[in-house]
């Protein structure tokens, strides 16, 4: 026998099996990847919004205005799709103890986005409903699909 191994005696001399425990670091890890789905999705479409804004009004010469009179301008657009993203992801955070959040959270961003749909139903122009009725459902489509992205990542 290797003079290495015989030096060992006791409790420890044997080979040991350790019951399967996650690593300390398990929380964090998953909830780091979570952030980052979370902020990528919400700055994600924001930023689609505000393209969208972009080559509808200024370049595309529409009147983003709703049937009161209301402009709908960039700063809008942005805390608007911010606002979204993070109600959106929020939700999905305190579903994370649920089984069926995916499920769950998809059927209710779902009906947020089809409640949301009805806002620009008010709009000024056919251009307009048709501006709005884009960002809504790409800031919506976007919200849902990298939540989705980020519930079959962590769990």
Do not use: K, N, Y
């Amino acid at each position: 026998m290797p003079s290495s191994l015989s030096s060992r005696s006791g409790p420890g001399a044997g080979p040991t099996t350790h019951a399967a425990q996650p690593p300390a670091a398990t929380d964090h890890s998953l909830a780091r990847p979570s952030m980052r789905v979370a902020v990528a999705g919400t700055g994600g479409a924001c930023a689609a919004a505000v393209a969208v804004w972009l080559l509808a009004v200024p370049l595309g010469g529409v009147e983003l205005v709703d049937a009161s009179g209301h402009d709908i301008g960039i700063v809008a657009v942005v805390l608007v799709s911010l606002l979204a993203g993070a109600a959106g992801f929020g939700l999905l955070a305190l579903l994370t103890r649920r089984r069926d959040r995916s499920r769950t959270w998809t059927v209710i961003a779902g009906a947020v986005l089809a409640v949301s749909l009805l806002g620009p139903v008010s709009a000024a122009t056919t251009a307009a409903l048709l501006t709005m009725l884009c960002l809504h459902v790409l800031v919506g489509g976007i919200v849902i699909s990298t939540g989705l992205l980020g519930v079959r990542r962590t769990g």
